[in-house]
């Protein structure tokens, strides 16, 4: 088919959608139109209604009204399989994959060829699996296990799942929040060659940069409406986030008084098995010091290590001049540490519980009169932490789970300043939150430095890591490669040292 001759086509039509959970009105009359051939950037707030809007696609989700048109027809998407069959699928915020399958399995889970007779035809999945994957650019086997990727190889997986369930309408929910570097770029070659194709593509995103490079067009939800869409072309940035939050957000990193006290962390030559070797630096009180890398230089095992979920084979870590042996989160808690963890879906957040246990779950002591746990207490002082962080809910009482993803990340973020810990480490801190908890977690984490917090943060944001840090630490492919004095680094230098392209020493 032709771009140019599908151009104008509407591929998918939404019209008048709505959807209220418990207490959240997530969805109230919602309109939407993808073309064929163009890439639509959905945008909004966490908790804006983005995400219900790809379950409502993809069948995952019932509207409560509304309709769907698919080239013109209603369709009613009961199922995921009958989204896919009426070629809409996602992929999602999450990635949901089958670890201990092999990427031809996973590709096709649902919808495996078949022979006559009903056999599942392996020669017929490995050969299409191995062709799907090379229109994609993989750089791995059919066969290789799931478990053994990268969280990038995994959003290819998907992406060939899709392309063999021959999707027209492809929905990305924050496909790069865990990409850096040269993943992305490699995503957006994917993103415009499907788009060559003809397909209509759904690109869900926090990141404005990304959005004026691939985006054609753009729609804005805020509090589960409607509030505006339209032509790349025709926006400003600051025009966006106007409409997004309503109000208009100055995206400057917080000034602070650069004051540092004594050395509280010292770690010397710690080594892992495989993931990072020879990791030696101090950390100061009152000091952020950054940690830039691509994904996969090991950044977030050596954090992992320090937090004591991940053993080491060699090294030594000294706290407030003393040794200490950190193998446990228990440890590392009554060491003065505390640690929001890149992947807060699977570890930082417990979604039966309400919001409030989540926040306080770090440290119950505060909220414990005559050894009994005070609700009220502990409701207060997360109430206090998540307003500051403007984290949307129906309540206190909420589960966790219930909350959009970046709301969820509000949470574990909650949890660790609640503590007060005499070093926090967070990896990736601001992925997947929107433009205002932004500023609202920058200003925090400048709030405690400035009170003699010392900070690590591991962030593959290059404007966020030289706004914020004092000190930046680069490592790749499991070291540190060079460390930059605050003034001293800038995004070329960065860019290049953490790259295997120059030769840096090892
Ligand atoms: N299963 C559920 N039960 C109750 N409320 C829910 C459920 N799923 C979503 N919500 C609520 O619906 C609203 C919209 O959530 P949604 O996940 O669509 O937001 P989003 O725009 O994707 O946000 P983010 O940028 O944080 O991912 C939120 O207030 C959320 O708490
Ligand atoms: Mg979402």
């Known amino acids: 088919m032709s771009a140019n001759r599908d151009a104008s086509k509407v591929l998918l039509g939404l019209e008048g959608v709505s959807k209220a959970f418990p207490g959240v009105r997530a969805l109230e009359d919602v309109r939407l139109t993808l073309r064929a051939g163009e890439v639509t950037a959905l945008i909004g707030e966490n908790?804006?209604?983005?995400?219900?809007?790809?379950?409502?696609?993809?069948?995952?989700?019932?509207?409560?009204?509304?309709?769907?048109?698919?080239?013109?027809?209603?369709?009613?998407?009961?199922?995921?399989?009958?989204?896919?069959?009426?070629g809409i699928v996602a992929i999602h915020q999450e990635t949901v994959m089958f670890d201990d399958l092999t990427v031809a399995e996973n590709i096709f889970m649902g919808h495996m060829p078949r022979r006559r007779g009903g056999l599942v035809d392996w020669p017929q999945i490995k050969q299409r699996a191995a062709s799907l994957l090379a229109d994609v650019d993989a750089d791995f086997s059919a066969l290789a296990f799931v478990s053994t990727l990268s969280v990038a190889q995994k959003h290819l997986v998907e992406i060939a799942r899709a392309l063999s369930q021959e999707a027209r309408i492809i929905i990305m929910d924050e496909p790069t929040a865990a990409l850096s570097g040269r993943e992305i770029t490699d995503l957006y070659k994917i993103v415009a060659r499907l788009k060559a194709q003809g397909r209509a593509i759904l690109f869900i995103s926090h990141k404005f940069d990304e959005i004026f490079a691939i985006a054609d067009n753009w729609a804005c939800l805020r509090d589960g409406v409607h509030v505006g869409e339209g032509r790349m072309d025709a926006v400003t940035q600051p025009d966006l986030v106007r409409l997004m939050v309503g109000r208009p957000v100055g995206q400057m990193f917080p000034q602070r008084q650069r004051q540092q006290g004594p050395v509280v962390l010292e770690v010397r030559e710690l080594s892992h098995p495989t993931e990072f070797a020879d990791i030696s630096f101090t950390l100061r009180e009152g000091e952020?010091?950054?940690?830039?890398?691509?994904?996969?230089?090991?950044?977030?095992?050596?954090?992992?290590?320090?937090?004591?979920?991940?053993?080491?084979?060699?090294?030594?870590?000294?706290?407030g001049?003393?040794?200490?042996?950190?193998?446990?989160?228990?440890?590392?808690?009554?060491?003065?540490?505390?640690?929001?963890?890149?992947?807060?879906?699977?570890?930082?957040v417990i979604?039966?519980?309400?919001?409030?246990?989540?926040?306080?779950?770090?440290?119950?002591?505060?909220?414990?009169?005559?050894?009994?746990?005070?609700?009220?207490?502990?409701?207060?002082?997360?109430?206090?932490?998540?307003?500051?962080?403007?984290?949307?809910?129906?309540?206190?009482?909420?589960?966790?789970?219930?909350?959009?993803?970046?709301?969820?990340?509000?949470?574990?973020?909650?949890k660790w300043l609640a503590t007060g810990p005499k070093i926090l480490i967070l990896d990736e801190p601001t992925k997947g939150i929107d433009i205002g908890a932004k500023a609202a977690v920058h200003e925090f984490i400048s709030a405690g430095a400035a009170r003699g917090m010392a900070v690590i943060m591991v962030s593959s944001e290059i404007p966020e890591i030289i706004g914020m840090a004092d000190r930046i630490m680069v490592m790749r492919a499991g070291r540190i490669v060079a460390e930059f004095a605050r003034g001293e680094a800038t995004p070329e230098k960065l860019v290049a040292v953490a790259s295997a392209d120059v030769g840096v020493a090892a």
Not at 324 to 332: K, R
């Open 321 to 348: 001049g003393k040794p200490v042996t950190i193998d446990s989160a228990g440890a590392a808690i009554r060491a003065g540490l505390g640690f929001v963890p890149e992947d807060r879906q699977h570890e930082g």
């Open 351 to 414: 979604l039966p519980l309400p919001i409030y246990q989540n926040v306080t779950l770090a440290g119950l002591q505060p909220h414990v009169r005559l050894g009994v746990l005070q609700r009220s207490s502990e409701v207060a002082a997360s109430r206090a932490i998540t307003s500051e962080l403007d984290l949307r809910s129906a309540g206190q009482d909420q589960a966790a789970g219930q909350l959009s993803g970046g709301n969820q990340q509000k949470v574990v973020i909650a």
């Open 288 to 319: 952020i010091l950054g940690f830039y890398g691509l994904v996969g230089a090991g950044r977030s095992e050596v954090m992992q290590a320090l937090f004591g979920l991940t053993a080491t084979t060699a090294g030594s870590i000294r706290i």
């Open 47 to 86: 908790g804006a209604g983005k995400s219900t809007l790809v379950k409502i696609l993809t069948g995952l989700c019932r509207p409560d009204a509304g309709r769907i048109m698919v080239e013109g027809r209603e369709v009613k998407l009961e199922g995921v399989r009958e989204a896919a069959r009426h």
